[in-house]
């Protein structure tokens, strides 16, 4: 291959892979737009949300799930794009999940142990499962239809990956209705609605984002 056929052909790559950001940078903001007007047009945010941040259990909700999601989607971004390596980016995971058994660990040290089950369970646990997955679809439908137009070598891990992302926006969504502030609740029933949003997520890139 001459010089410039290689040059070329790297210059269209970067083209491509801007393109592929914007794309999925919009995506992003018009699923959290959507997610979030379906969240204040339905359940609102919690009554007592000024009070209630002003708690380490509801700061650490919110901030966790935002960390998440920050990672989750900065995941996504990179998946769609052949020959990049998801490793580096996938390792930053742990964060979020050492942030939370930490915070699991401290609770269960500071609670009495017949008190882990009722902060377990709480109170809105099915409606957590029900409630995060449909504040997902919209950035999962988003995403997808996104990475439909870039070449993600693992089609299945990169609607995984998507699913991931738009879980992780929906949790860090409904972590301002919900009333459950229990890192144990969190650490449960948010993590299933995700784990949820995110085999729907590889089935979906199996089937849509094949070439």
């Known amino acids: 291959m001459k010089t410039n056929d290689l040059i070329s052909l790297l210059a269209e ?5 801007m393109r592929l950001g914007r794309m999925l940078a919009l995506a992003l903001l018009a699923g959290l737009i959507v997610s979030a007007l379906i969240l204040l047009s339905t359940v609102g945010v919690r009554p ?9 259990r509801v700061l650490f909700k919110i901030g966790f799930t935002l960390v998440l ?4 989607c900065r995941l996504a971004f990179l998946v769609g794009r052949p020959g990049r390596s998801l ?20 609770e269960l040290l500071m609670l009495p ?8 369970i709480g109170k809105n646990a099915g409606f ?10 919209a950035p999962l439908a988003g995403f997808l239809f996104v990475l439909k137009n870039g070449a993600p070598e693992n089609p299945g891990l990169a609607g995984a990956s998507a699913g991931l992302a738009a879980g992780a926006i929906a949790a860090a969504l409904y972590a301002f209705h919900c009333p459950d502030d229990s890192p144990l609740f969190l650490a449960v029933w948010y993590s299933i609605a995700v784990l949820l949003v995110t085999t729907v997520g590889y089935f979906a890139g199996r089937r849509w984002l094949s070439w």
């Open 13 to 17: 790559d970067a083209s491509v892979g």
């Open 48 to 56: 007592n949300l000024a009070t209630a941040i002003e708690t380490a």
């Open 128 to 137: 957590c499962l029900f409630f995060i997955p449909v504040l997902s679809l």
């Open 69 to 72: 999601a920050v990672v989750a």
């Open 113 to 120: 142990s017949q008190a882990w089950t009722e902060s377990l």
């Open 87 to 106: 490793r580096a980016r996938g390792f930053q995971l742990a964060i979020p999940a050492t942030l939370l058994a930490i915070a699991v660990s401290i």
